[in-house]
């Protein structure tokens, strides 16, 4: 079962997700399992917006993302992601 997730960034740039985008990139794995992903800039900060296909690769991410976050200064804003299961979702021009 697929899941959803919307994280909430106040305070974090555009530079700064770049700069933890790339990092992540060089992390073997760290993706797999994600369906889709946006990250959206708002007034206050960033809004990002992930499907994951199953609970185990979502807290995989997490687990590899965090210590990558910290070390290049995003905050712990205190702010858990919202977490959804998905019951349908497609991709429009996708086969399979």
């Known amino acids: 079962m697929a899941f959803f997730v919307h994280a909430v960034v106040p305070g974090v740039t555009t530079e700064q997700y770049d700069k933890l985008n790339a990092a992540l990139q060089q992390t073997p794995g760290v993706f797999d399992g ?25 807290n995989a991410f997490a687990e590899k993302m965090t210590p990558v976050a910290t070390e290049h200064g995003w905050p712990d804003t205190g702010i858990a992601p919202r977490v959804m299961r998905v019951h349908h979702h497609w991709v429009p021009g996708a086969t399979g």
């Open 34 to 58: 994600c369906l889709v992903h946006a990250c959206v800039s708002t007034d206050d900060g960033l809004e990002v917006f992930d499907i994951w296909e199953t609970e185990q690769q979502m």
